[in-house]
Structures are given as structure tokens and as C-alpha cells.
């Protein structure tokens, strides 16, 4: 019973700001790896961004210089602060996160059910 629930999206002008958040709630023990990813009509899904549980991160190239992966392991959630969008970046945003239900248990991957970003031209 581990839930992922993003917020934050919506509609955005070229160079406008958004952002996104997830937080993780439910029945878990402990969060390692999340991420961020985005899905347009007709295309794959791709990473976006992700975070280790210690803060390190990567980020897909088209998106480097403008969105910031972070997360606040004090509320179980990860955030995503996109800067100067462009409408190449509009998509359905999903967050997923590799979390284990119960002491020594094994780490699972778990996905929220997508928030939409639009950014017009």
C-alpha cells in the first residue's frame, strides 16, 4: 500500500517556471533511488532526473542547466524545479522510487500516476 502522488503541474509560458513535487506515503520502511520521468503522446517514456538517498544526482541532457532534482527525506518527498521551460518539455511527469515495505525486505519500484505539464509557445 505505497502511494506516490505528484503535484505541481499545469499550464506555463515559454520560459516559465514549475514546480513539481511527490511525495511518498503509506505502508514503507525505507526510500532509496527516486526519480522523475516524462512522457509525451506518441513517444517512450524517459528519465528525466534522479536522486540517490545520499543527494546525488543525474539529469537527462536536454534538461541540464534548467531543472533541479532534490529531495527532503524528512517528508518522504522529491521535488522537481524546472526553470526556463520550453514547450519540447511538455509531457506527462511521472515520479517513481525504489522503496523497501518492511525491515531487510527488497527494494521495489513504485510509480505515482503522473502530473501534466504544458508549456505554450
Known amino acids: 500500500q505505497v502511494q506516490l502522488v505528484e503535484s505541481g503541474g499545469g499550464l506555463v509560458q515559454t520560459g516559465g517556471s514549475l514546480r513539481l513535487s511527490c511525495a511518498v506515503s503509506?505502508?514503507?520502511?525505507?526510500?532509496?533511488?527516486m526519480g522523475w520521468y516524462r512522457q509525451a503522446p506518441g513517444k517512450q517514456r524517459e528519465l528525466v532526473a534522479r536522486?540517490?538517498?545520499?543527494?546525488?544526482?543525474n539529469y537527462e541532457d536536454s534538461v541540464k542547466g534548467r531543472f533541479t532534482i532534490s529531495r527532503d527525506n524528512a517528508k518522504n518527498t522529491v521535488y522537481l524545479q524546472m526553470n526556463s521551460l520550453k514547450p519540447e518539455d511538455t509531457a506527462v511527469y511521472y515520479c517513481?522510487?525504489?522503496?523497501?515495505?518492511?525491515?531487510?525486505?527488497?527494494?521495489?519500484?513504485?510509480w505515482g500516476q503522473g502530473t501534466q505539464v504544458t508549456v505554450s509557445s
Open positions: 517513481n522510487g525504489d522503496i523497501s515495505s518492511y525491515r531487510w525486505g527488497p527494494y521495489l519500484t513504485y
Open positions: 503509506g505502508s514503507f520502511f525505507s526510500i532509496n533511488t
Open positions: 536522486t540517490t538517498s545520499e543527494g546525488s544526482t
